[in-house]
């Protein structure tokens, strides 16, 4: 039922700054908590970040914690993710879901997969 669309990825240097934008329809996921997750060539997919479904609580890995800020439009069905100081190993294509979190530390996508939208960081 629901559709997930992500946006917003580019081309950037080191140090810059990117938005991304994941965009729901076909149904409403304002239940669940939301979050990120990232894929990189060679690597299994990695978990970025998630806000609770009160928009009052994020989580984040260490690997991103103080560069990336999610956000969440509960009326727009929408879901941003604000990466500053960017690095060249944030490169990957980047995808969102939707799901329960786990012990506080991550989530556990329930939605299917959209096409993700490719970050690239350079040096």
């Known amino acids: 039922q629901v559709q997930l669309v992500e946006s917003g990825g580019g081309l950037v240097q080191a140090g810059g700054s990117l938005r991304l934008s994941c965009a729901a329809s076909?149904?409403?996921?304002?239940?669940?908590?939301m979050g990120w997750f990232r894929q990189a060539p060679g690597k299994e997919r990695e978990f970025v970040g998630a806000?609770?479904?009160?928009?009052?609580?994020?989580i984040y890995p260490n690997s991103v914690k103080g560069r990336f800020t999610i956000s969440r439009d509960n009326a727009k069905n929408m879901m941003y993710l604000q990466m500053n100081s960017l690095k060249p190993e944030d490169t990957a294509v980047y995808y969102c879901?939707?799901?329960?979190?786990?012990?506080?530390?991550?989530?556990?996508?329930?939605?299917?997969w959209g096409q993700g939208t490719q970050v690239t960081v350079s040096s």
């Open positions: 879901n939707a799901g329960p979190l786990t012990n506080t530390s991550y989530l556990r996508p329930s939605l299917p």
């Open positions: 076909g149904g409403t996921f304002v239940t669940y908590a």
């Open positions: 806000v609770s479904r009160s928009r009052f609580s994020t």
